[in-house]
Structures are given as C-alpha cells and as structure tokens.
C-alpha cells in the first residue's frame, strides 16, 4: 500500500523554510521523512567537490565579494572577485576543485559585468545571507515561525530586491517562474522580505537576473503553508505522492518503497 501517515500536531515541525514547504507540497510523504522524522542523508565522505560543495563555495565567494565593498571600475572589481574566488578554491582539498575552478573563472567576468550594470541602475549592496523571520499562528498547531536566509538583499532608495543565486540553468529557472505557486521559493523569499525578487543564475554567461513578476500574488503563495498545516494538526495524512521528475532525486526512496505499490 501506499504510506499516507497521519502525524499528530505535537510532532509537526514549529520552524518551516522553503525548502520544507517545496518538500511538503513536491510529496507530503518526503516532507514527513525529512521534517517529521528528521531523516538526512548522510554526506558521503567522498574527495570530490560535487556541485552543491561548488554552489556552496560560489556562495561564500560572492557573499565575501559583497561585504568587502568592491570598487566600482570593471578591472578592480574583477581582480578583487578573482582574489577572493582564488583563495576560497585554494582552501578546498577536493582534486576536483581545479575544474570547478577554471569553470568559475570563465564566468567571472560576466558577474562582474552584471554587477556593475546593476549598481548603473542605482543599486547597491545591503546584505547577504540575510535572515527573514515571520511567526505565525496555525489553528491546531500553535505559534510557528516563517523563515528563510536569502543569499543577497540590495536597495534602491525605498525599493528592495533579493537576489537567490543558482547553478542551474536559466532555461530552468525560468520555467519555475513561470508557475510560481508551484516553485515557491522565490515567491516566498519576496513575501518574507517584503522585496521584489530574481533569480540569479550564476553558472553560465552572460549573468543576467530572472524577475519574478511583480503581479504574482506572494501572499495566497506563502499563505498556503499555514492552510495546510493547519489541516495537517487536524488529521490530514501525508501521502507519498511525488512525480518522477521528484522521485528520481528524492532520497526517501527506500522508504517509501515507491514501486512496490500501486495507487
Ligand atoms: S520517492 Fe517519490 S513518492 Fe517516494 S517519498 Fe520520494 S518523492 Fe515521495
């Protein structure tokens, strides 16, 4: 049979990211192993640098790039971002870190190219990995908290902008933009910050950012959540139910059993 638990509200999570919500509405079953359960995947010990160790260190790189207040001309921002990238790469033991590396050289320029015709329109740096935070009250849950970290915030006078940098591919991203109440991260991080907000692809030239459009309703996107917690504290299970598109990344497999039954 198909696993479809029902959880009672004491052991629903109080604190719920992005990531728990995709996951809660990509399968409710994944959710329950993830969040309910707090089942993670092991991080395999292995020497290579994959490509969540080489977004990880595309993070940290443009995060110390930002805080260090580049300089506006082209040639000193770029020696400045291909410091800091060489010093971060260098730290990194994985053989790999030398294809990661070249790789994110090509790309630097283009970054840089980005962020100087984006300081052209009157932006400027405000934060990064900044915190949102928003509580909230569920009927049958109690108080929990809304919250997210969100790679970059910048300003423009009064408006605000969260930049999510990704290393998947543009054509993808675009997709997700175009069903935001499917993919709701983004649409999440613009309710959180009260901000527009863009994707940043930061693995392919030229680097240009993908707005979520300003029409999309954040707020019925992001209210969802309480709505289906509240009727998860009421009794509604969580059944495994993913695509294959999910199932195919998905590393509760073994425990759903997903082919073993049939709905
Ligand atoms: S394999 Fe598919 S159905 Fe099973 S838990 Fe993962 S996403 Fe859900």
């Not at 009927?139 to 930049?163: F, P, S, W």
């Not at 509240?230 to 082919?259: F, Q, T, W």
Request: net charge negative.
């Amino acid at each position: 049979m198909r696993p479809a638990p029902v959880v009672a509200a004491a052991h629903l999570p109080r604190r719920y990211s992005p990531t728990a919500y995709q996951t809660l509405l990509d399968c409710p079953y994944r959710f329950f192993v993830k969040s309910v359960l707090g089942i993670q995947e092991l991080d395999e010990a292995d020497e290579a640098l994959d490509k969540s160790d080489y977004g990880n260190a595309l993070h940290r790189i443009l995060k110390a790039f930002h805080d260090s207040a580049p300089p506006p001309g082209r040639d000193a921002a770029l020696a400045r971002l291909q410091e800091i990238s060489a010093a971060e790469f260098a730290a990194l033991p994985a053989w790999t870190a030398a294809a990661w590396r070249s790789r994110w050289e090509k790309i630097q320029p283009a970054y840089v190219d980005a962020w100087l015709d984006w300081v052209a329109q009157g932006w400027h740096y405000h934060s990064g990995e900044a915190e949102f935070a928003m509580p909230f009250h569920v009927a049958g849950l109690g108080e929990i908290t809304l919250h997210g970290r969100v790679d970059r915030v910048d300003e423009k006078n009064e408006a605000r902008t969260v930049i999510d940098y990704k290393t998947g591919s543009a054509q993808g991203l675009k997709k997700k933009l175009k069903t935001p109440d499917e993919a709701i991260q983004l649409p999440f991080y613009a309710w959180l910050a009260e901000a527009a907000a863009v994707y940043l692809p930061i693995n392919e030239t030229p680097v240009a950012p993908l707005e979520l459009d300003g029409e999309t309703d954040v707020d019925a996107i992001s209210r969802r959540l309480p709505e289906l917690l509240e009727a998860l504290a009421a009794g509604a299970a969580l059944p495994a139910s993913g695509i294959d598109a999910v199932c195919n990344y998905c590393e509760a497999r073994g425990l759903c059993r997903k082919g073993m039954w049939h709905v």
